[in-house]
């Protein structure tokens, strides 16, 4: 479950690095 979870969240941080390059940093730190 949780990692279903955190799967969702990676494709909502992946979806917004698609629509603004400025997340690109952003989501690199994230992980």
């Known amino acids: 479950m949780s990692s ?3 799967t ?3 494709k ?3 979806k917004m690095v698609k629509k603004s ?3 690109d940093e952003d989501k ?3 992980i």
Do not use: G, H, P, S
Request: charged residues 25%.
């Open 12 to 14: 909502t941080i992946k």
């Open 21 to 23: 390059k400025y997340f």
């Open 4 to 6: 279903l979870r955190a």
């Open 28 to 30: 690199t730190r994230f």
């Open 8 to 10: 969702n969240t990676f």
